[in-house]
């Protein structure tokens, strides 16, 4: 991916297309931008501390290859997309690259933010790397391949058969299936009333055989008509296929289920203890809350332990979080021939005993510093596939962004590109030069949910001025929420301050130690992935928006 990005940064990398009003221009200049957060309390050696992917990565899937662990996490209609991390201790990841990072793999255009990549699965076989995928609206289920991890990857093959998360299972008898989730056989007795499938897979034709065997419908106890059946992977260990699955939704019901079967066809059969993980049934006030667990994927080490990972959310009020649901890692026991993650009523430790593996460099998530004195690294992620119209590049050690005419609550390509929250409390800082020509032009820092929910802070004529929206029966642009008069046209530096569902806007004009308030503290609670559709965490960076 670095290498794209390389190839890329002379014509804008990560572009979107639109442009200004013909012949006219009007670009910000982002110097920098620095993200820092306080330092939690150390662990001791031999531990680490949950979630260890933080931040936005919902979906989890891992395998393992030789000492190495490969990961992947969804992205809806962000580009790039379905990062690629690499860890050798399962603690400590790293992003090595992104498998959708092309524009001609994919096309995002007019989606919203809570469709397109939707749960990644990665598996290895005979030297190749595999991921299959469904895009929601924007062509359904498909399989890609590399044999580097970090890429290239493949153009998609397209898989004839609907439903969503698909996953891919190779015996040892040289077979190949895939695993999904789709409506049940007849009609759905209730909303949520889903089905798990398996059909057989070609990997030399890449595509699936017509007929399909029904593993599970509804879910473990059809009695209590249990909802959203999904995420579905299947192992072979000793003689038994184990189909491990989601249940109750990605919210606060969230739980992880395990059935086994002689064949890999079934029947399948629930374990005697399901759910396998869950924190639905633990008191709201409990210390280091984690909530919606869920939708996991496991591994086995080379000593014969299972670790797993899976999506949670670390709530700082109810269910809500900027955050998104983030990526945890825990142990399995086996008892009794089947795996669990925790008991009944146990919480999810967020400081718990280490994997005994080879040390993993850390990724520096906590505190960064963009200079743009060369390409954006694999971190960046940009709104929608990049399409001809460039809107931003780097060069000479600043970011310049073309204002373009699509705002931040439209279904364009806005002139935007951020990296993800990862911390409840967090400052964000850039230096910004932009010199709007007309009333509208805009350009300062965007902290976006999706196109319903975002905070847009910076610069105007005369004066900066912070925006919200919560809801999509508002404006594109949002509702101004505060606004401070502005005496300089030089070059200013903003801070935007977030501290759980709270934020603060600062400016200094150039050469000032002094930061200004730009009005009182703004509840952004309401931008919470709970009430923006659930799927997706908080993305900030440089924006920048002229009417056309």
Same mark, same amino acid.
């Given at each position: 991916?670095?290498?794209?990005? $390389?190839?890329?940064?002379?014509?804008? @990398?990560?572009?979107?297309?639109?442009?200004?009003?013909? =012949?006219?221009?009007? @670009?910000?200049?982002?110097?920098?931008?620095?993200?820092?957060?306080?330092?939690?309390?150390?662990?001791?050696?031999?531990?680490?501390?949950?979630?260890?992917?933080?931040?936005?990565?919902?979906?989890?899937?891992?395998?393992?290859?030789?000492?190495?662990?490969?990961?992947?996490?969804?992205?809806?209609?962000?580009?790039?997309?379905?990062?690629?991390?690499?860890?050798?201790?399962? /603690?400590?990841?790293?992003?090595? %690259?992104?498998? +959708?990072?092309?524009?001609?793999?994919?096309?995002?255009?007019?989606?919203?933010?809570?469709?397109?990549?939707?749960?990644?699965?990665?598996?290895?076989?005979? &030297?190749?790397?595999? +991921?299959?995928?469904?895009?929601?609206?924007?062509?359904?289920?498909?399989?890609?391949?590399?044999?580097?991890?970090?890429?290239? *990857?493949?153009?998609?093959?397209?898989?004839?058969?609907?439903?969503?998360?698909?996953?891919?299972?190779?015996?040892?008898?040289?077979?190949?299936?895939?695993?999904?989730?789709?409506?049940?056989?007849?009609?759905?007795?209730?909303?949520?009333?889903?089905?798990?499938?398996?059909?057989?897979?070609?990997?030399?034709?890449?595509? /699936?055989?017509?007929?399909?065997?029904?593993?599970?419908?509804?879910?473990?106890?059809?009695?209590?008509?249990?909802?959203?059946?999904?995420?579905?992977?299947?192992?072979?260990?000793?003689?038994?296929?184990?189909?491990?699955?989601?249940? =109750?939704?990605?919210?606060?019901?969230?739980?992880?289920?395990?059935?086994?079967?002689?064949?890999?066809?079934?029947?399948?059969?629930? %374990?005697?203890?399901?759910?396998?993980?869950?924190?639905?049934?633990?008191?709201?006030?409990?210390?280091?809350?984690?909530?919606?667990?869920?939708?996991?994927?496991?591994?086995?080490?080379?000593?014969?332990?299972?670790?797993g990972v899976f999506l949670a959310t670390r709530p700082f009020a109810g269910q809500s979080t900027l955050l998104g649901r983030e990526t945890f890692l825990l142990p399995l026991r086996w008892i009794d021939g089947w795996p669990r993650f925790l008991d009944r009523q146990e919480a999810v430790p967020m400081v718990t005993k280490a994997p005994k593996l080879p040390a993993?460099?850390?990724?520096?998530?906590?505190?960064?510093?963009?200079?743009?004195?060369?390409?954006?690294?694999?971190?960046?992620?940009?709104?929608?596939?990049?399409?001809?119209?460039?809107?931003?590049?780097?060069?000479?050690? /600043?970011?310049?962004?073309?204002?373009?005419? $699509?705002?931040?609550?439209?279904l364009g390509r806005p002139a935007f590109t951020g990296r993800r929250l990862r911390h409840h409390t967090a400052d964000i800082t850039t230096r910004l030069a932009f010199t709007p020509e007309r009333r509208g032009d805009f350009a300062g820092l965007l902290a976006f949910m999706d196109e319903s929910h975002f905070l847009a802070a910076g610069k105007e004529q005369g004066? +900066? /001025?912070?925006?919200?929206?919560?809801?999509?029966?508002?404006?594109?642009?949002?509702?101004?929420?505060?606004?401070?008069?502005?005496?300089?046209? =030089?070059?200013?530096?903003?801070?935007? $301050?977030?501290? &759980?569902?709270?934020?603060?806007?600062? *400016?200094?004009?150039?050469?000032?130690?002094?930061?200004?308030?730009?009005?009182?503290?703004?509840?952004?609670?309401?931008?919470?992935?709970?009430? $923006?559709?659930?799927?997706? =965490?908080?993305?900030?960076?440089?924006?920048?928006?002229?009417?056309?």
């Amino acid at each position: 991916m670095a290498r794209h990005l $390389a190839a890329l940064a002379g014509a804008c @990398v990560l572009a979107a297309t639109g442009t200004a009003a013909a =012949g006219r221009d009007v @670009v910000a200049r982002f110097d920098y931008l620095a993200y820092e957060a306080p330092a939690g309390a150390p662990v001791a050696e031999g531990q680490y501390r949950n979630p260890v992917i933080p931040g936005f990565h919902p979906d989890p899937s891992i395998v393992r290859v030789g000492d190495d662990f490969y990961a992947v996490t969804s992205t809806f209609s962000w580009f790039p997309g379905l990062p690629i991390l690499h860890s050798t201790d399962l /603690v400590n990841w790293r992003l090595i %690259g992104n498998a +959708i990072d092309r524009p001609t793999q994919l096309d995002f255009s007019g989606l919203g933010t809570n469709r397109g990549l939707f749960a990644p699965a990665i598996t290895h076989h005979d &030297g190749k790397f595999w +991921i299959v995928n469904t895009c929601i609206e924007c062509g359904g289920n498909f399989v890609i391949t590399a044999d580097d991890p970090a890429g290239p *990857w493949s153009d998609p093959v397209w898989l004839d058969f609907g439903g969503i998360d698909p996953s891919l299972f190779f015996d040892a008898d040289g077979t190949a299936w895939i695993v999904y989730n789709d409506a049940p056989p007849g009609e759905p007795e209730y909303e949520g009333h889903r089905a798990l499938w398996l059909q057989a897979f070609d990997p030399v034709a890449m595509k /699936v055989l017509p007929q399909r065997t029904l593993l599970v419908d509804k879910g473990v106890d059809p009695a209590t008509k249990p909802i959203w059946a999904e995420g579905p992977h299947i192992y072979k260990v000793g003689e038994w296929y184990y189909l491990l699955t989601a249940e =109750g939704g990605t919210a606060d019901q969230h739980s992880q289920t395990i059935y086994r079967a002689p064949a890999v066809t079934g029947p399948y059969t629930p %374990g005697p203890f399901n759910p396998i993980l869950t924190q639905r049934d633990l008191p709201a006030g409990r210390a280091d809350r984690v909530e919606a667990t869920g939708h996991a994927d496991i591994v086995q080490l080379e000593d014969g332990g299972w670790w797993g990972v899976f999506l949670a959310t670390r709530p700082f009020a109810g269910q809500s979080t900027l955050l998104g649901r983030e990526t945890f890692l825990l142990p399995l026991r086996w008892i009794d021939g089947w795996p669990r993650f925790l008991d009944r009523q146990e919480a999810v430790p967020m400081v718990t005993k280490a994997p005994k593996l080879p040390a993993s460099p850390s990724s520096p998530w906590q505190s960064w510093r963009e200079e743009f004195d060369g390409a954006l690294s694999d971190e960046w992620i940009g709104l929608r596939t990049p399409g001809q119209g460039a809107l931003w590049q780097v060069g000479d050690g /600043v970011l310049h962004m073309t204002a373009g005419p $699509a705002a931040a609550g439209s279904l364009g390509r806005p002139a935007f590109t951020g990296r993800r929250l990862r911390h409840h409390t967090a400052d964000i800082t850039t230096r910004l030069a932009f010199t709007p020509e007309r009333r509208g032009d805009f350009a300062g820092l965007l902290a976006f949910m999706d196109e319903s929910h975002f905070l847009a802070a910076g610069k105007e004529q005369g004066r +900066i /001025v912070v925006r919200l929206r919560d809801s999509a029966e508002q404006g594109t642009s949002g509702r101004e929420v505060a606004s401070a008069p502005l005496a300089t046209d =030089g070059p200013i530096e903003l801070r935007l $301050a977030l501290d &759980g569902g709270s934020a603060a806007v600062f *400016w200094r004009a150039e050469g000032a130690e002094a930061w200004q308030p730009v009005g009182a503290a703004i509840n952004v609670e309401p931008l919470a992935s709970v009430h $923006a559709g659930l799927f997706t =965490g908080l993305v900030v960076g440089p924006y920048a928006f002229s009417p056309g």
